[in-house]
């Protein structure tokens, strides 16, 4: 009997049973968050989240919903794979992202937000999930020897 990794991680850090809970709690949180529906957004989210970004860390529902209108702005996020489980309440999805505001060759006329394309860069946005609602999320930069 063979299973691979990812079927196994089911079996092995699914302790408390909440893996597949959790795992829609995400799914949801994450669809949400890609088709700007706000209001689906705020009731994924405990009322206390630390919700990460580039440009910080903000806490709460509301801070996190004015983090998310800027980076909505400021960012086209392409997402190469889709949530996967860590363990039974962590989840961490990769992808690509280039900022249409802010960069030397974005700022250009007519032609920024196109060449600002060329220059993407990998990011990895994770979250955690507790009780049925997002308690963490964070998005930043894929730091590794790769990307270099």
């Not at 009997?1 to 991680?9: G, I, P």
Request: aromatic content about 14%; glycine content about 8%.
């Amino acid at each position: 009997m063979s299973y691979s990794y990812r079927k196994l991680r089911f079996f092995v850090d699914d302790t408390d049973g909440t893996l597949r809970a959790n795992k829609e709690t995400a799914d949801q949180f994450c669809l949400a968050e890609d088709d700007g529906e706000m209001k689906e957004f705020v009731s994924l989210m405990d009322r206390y989240v630390h919700f990460s970004s580039l440009w910080g860390v903000a806490r709460g529902a509301h801070a996190a919903c004015a983090v998310m209108g800027n980076e909505r702005a400021k960012l086209r996020i392409t997402w190469t794979s889709q949530l996967e489980p860590v363990t039974a309440h962590t989840f961490m999805r990769e992808g690509y992202v280039h900022l249409l505001e802010g960069t030397f060759v974005s700022g250009l006329p007519f032609i920024g937000p196109y060449a600002s394309s060329f220059f993407q860069k990998r990011v990895k946005e994770s979250l955690v999930v507790r009780g049925g609602r997002v308690v963490f999320r964070d998005f930043g930069y894929r730091w590794d020897m790769d990307s270099v």
